[in-house]
């Protein structure tokens, strides 16, 4: 969440704001923009299990007219697990520049990038065959130190917004992004209360997504009334592949075993 200002919560069909939407909620994740005045915030934060964090972000004008700013956010993560061997570490980098090319009229570049690497398995804390407790510690880790979890993503967009003075708002957005998952660990499937069947597996996925969204609001007179008319249109593609396998091959562990 460093890369956002807010999260909004819309309630009810959301189909009037986004183009498409649920007859239930959707979350409207609000970038960080840059700002007027120049800033700089630092965050540090530490916790449980050697968890270290790390966030900058600075923001300000680049001309003396103030007509053209940007804003940058750089956040590092590490992290340990109460589960013996598991650990994480995510990378967040964002960018954003804005210029004002007219009176009313402001375009937006940016772009951002995470990278997530995972050393996780899952093989969790198992049960025995017939449900109950095998008393294992919750510190029990059943996998290897070389499985890992890895996902990085891609993202670039642009937006164009004018508004006029009559109260008439144009927004047109792009938005063209690229992730890419690889998985290899191993799983349990079963056993005896004190052994345990595992295999293991191996999982990579890659997604591309590009989205287009036009819209058009502002103050429409009818019937002595002031009303508020909505014009907007989207479109959205998105191609997704993967491969993997899994072992043929069972091995029996025994889950006591220091």
Request: charged share 15%; hydrophobic share 35%.
């Amino acid at each position: 969440l460093a890369l956002y200002d807010r999260v909004e919560v819309v309630q009810g069909a959301s189909g009037l704001m986004s183009g498409m939407g649920t007859p239930s909620a959707a979350l409207n994740l609000v970038r960080k923009l840059p700002t007027a005045q120049p800033r700089v915030e630092l965050q540090l934060r530490a916790g449980s299990w050697a968890q270290r964090e790390a966030m900058v972000d600075a923001s300000g004008p680049l001309n003396a007219t103030g007509s053209v700013r940007a804003r940058g956010v750089v956040e590092a993560s590490n992290q340990h697990s109460y589960m013996d061997a598991m650990a994480s570490r995510k990378r967040s980098y964002y960018g954003v520049v804005e210029a004002d090319i007219a009176a009313q009229t402001t375009l937006r570049l940016g772009a951002s990038q995470q990278r997530n690497i995972h050393r996780d398995s899952l093989s969790e804390i198992p049960t025995a065959p017939d449900g109950s407790d095998l008393h294992l510690p919750r510190s029990t880790y059943l996998g290897y130190d070389w499985e890992y979890w890895r996902q990085h993503t891609n993202t670039a967009f642009a937006q164009l917004e004018h508004e006029w003075d009559n109260g008439w708002h144009l927004r047109a957005d792009s938005l063209r992004m690229q992730s890419e998952l690889a998985y290899l660990g191993s799983y349990l499937n079963g056993g005896t209360p004190t052994a345990m069947l595992q295999g293991l597996g191996q999982y990579g996925a890659s997604q591309e997504q590009s989205s287009y969204a036009f819209s058009l609001r502002g103050p429409w007179n009818f019937a002595g009334r002031t009303h508020q008319l909505a014009l907007g249109l989207s479109h959205h593609r998105g191609e997704t592949s993967g491969q993997g396998w899994t072992d043929p091959f069972w091995t029996l562990i025994n889950v006591h075993a220091p």
